[in-house]
Each structure stands twice: as C-alpha cells, then as structure tokens.
Antibody, heavy 119, light 107 residues
Framework: VQLVQSGAEVKKPGESLKISCKGT????????IAWVRQLPGKGLEWMGV????????RYNPSFQGQVTMSADRSINTAFLHWTSLKASDTAMYYC?????????????WGQGTMVTVSS | EIVMTQSPATLSLSPGERATLSCRAS??????LAWYQQKPGQAPRLLIY???TRATEVPARFSGSGSGTEFTLTISSLQSEDFAVYYC?????????FGGGTKVESK
C-alpha cells in the first residue's frame, strides 16, 4: 500500500501547475485523499480532501479558491492544481490517505512533492 | 477553527529516557486526536489515533493519553530512531488542524 507523488517542480509566478498522487496496493476509489502543505522549516497545514471515487471535495477555507483538488479513479490518481502560482506557494506538498476506521487521521502518506515558485 | 498548541517546542533528552509531549486544544476535541512523527526529509508517519490507539507496527513504547483539550504523547524509553518532530492533529472539526510540533533531539 503506497502513495507515489510526482516529482519536484520549479515554476515562475503566474504559471499553472498540477501535481499528482497515485495510489497502489489498495482500493483507491474507496478512500478520501488529503493534501497537506509544509512551508520550508514549518509545520503541517491541512488543505482539504478529495474523495477518490467521485472527486467530491472539502477545502480548508484558507485554501478555498487558491487550489483545486480532483481525482481520476480510472488511473488511481489524485491531483492538486494551481492556475496561477505565487512565490508564497513554495512548499512541500504531501498527499495522505484517510485512515479506515480511524476518523480523519491519515495512515498512508506520499513521499512529498517540492514546489518552488521563483522568478 | 480549533487551535492546537504543543509544548515544549524542543525536548532535549538522552537515549533510554522518557519523553513526555503535550498538546492542548482551544476547545474540546473529545478523543479525536492523532499523533504523527516526522523525520528530516521524510513524510509524516501516523503513530496514534483516537487519542490512544497505536497505528499499525508502531512500537509499544509510544502511548497516547488525555481527552477533551489536554493530550500527552509518551515515549517510555527513547531509542535513537525516535529523535524527530512530533505533531498532534485534531479531527473533531473541519478544518482539520495540526499543532506546531515538538522536536525531540538528542542531548
């Protein structure tokens, strides 16, 4: 059971970006996938969740309108999308699976995708 | 939004010692509390959920306790691999929120 994320990205302000998180070894469509941001040297921030079965989403109000979460069950992959990046989006982004029978805790984590936004 | 506050920010201990980490919620979260461990360059790892239930393959030296607004993660006898940053997370209300972390470092 694992989540494998896409590789590091270096982008310019204003550019768009979509990063991915592929689930293997379990029934991907049956679980919620969360996205978690970690600014350089800082703690963890929950951005929201997407249900991998139908792309139903719940956003942290702090991130609503800033990113879009989606999922494609046919390829067992969740996505996090920006239309116009800012320097302040520079961070490590993790996807994580909502743990079965453990509330909204997260038992499987991707390895992280480092996003660097710089002119 | 529920604010989670962890203390201390840093804990300096020697291998074999007992570590006691605290997490306080700005309002009651019941038992809807998880703990994670994060080592440098790695993703977080779930240790405890439901305030006291160890996740799969988590050693018995890790234990969680508390309820409501005050929670504790105890590592009974520190091993070298336990030096890391620990985060608590509440899942009583959305948005889910994490504490700022406690770094357990080798003395």
């Amino acid at each position: 059971v694992q989540l494998v994320q896409s590789g590091a990205e270096v982008k310019k302000p204003g550019e768009s970006l979509k990063i991915s998180c592929k689930g293997t070894g379990y029934k991907f469509p049956a679980y919620w996938i969360a996205w978690v941001r970690q600014l350089p040297g800082k703690g963890l921030e929950w951005m929201g969740v997407v249900y991998a079965g139908d792309s139903d989403t719940r956003y942290n109000p702090s991130f609503q309108g800033q990113v879009t979460m989606s999922a494609d069950r046919s390829i067992n992959t969740a996505f996090l999308h920006w239309t116009s990046l800012k320097a302040s989006d520079t961070a490590m982004y993790y996807c994580a699976r909502r743990a079965p029978l453990a509330g909204d805790s997260f038992d499987i984590w991707g390895q992280g995708t480092m996003v660097t936004v710089s002119s | 939004e529920i604010v989670m506050t962890q203390s201390p920010a840093t804990l300096s201990l020697s291998p074999g010692e007992r570590a006691t980490l605290s997490c306080r919620a700005s309002q009651s979260v019941g038992s809807n509390l998880a703990w994670y461990q994060q080592k440098p360059g790695q993703a977080p790892r779930l240790l405890i959920y439901g305030e006291s239930t160890r996740a799969t393959e988590v050693p018995a030296r890790f234990s969680g306790s508390g309820s409501g607004t005050e929670f504790t993660l105890t590592i009974s006898s520190l091993q070298s691999e336990d030096f890391a940053v620990y985060y608590c997370q509440q899942y009583k209300n959305w948005p889910l929120t994490f504490g700022g972390g406690t770094k357990v470092e080798s003395k």
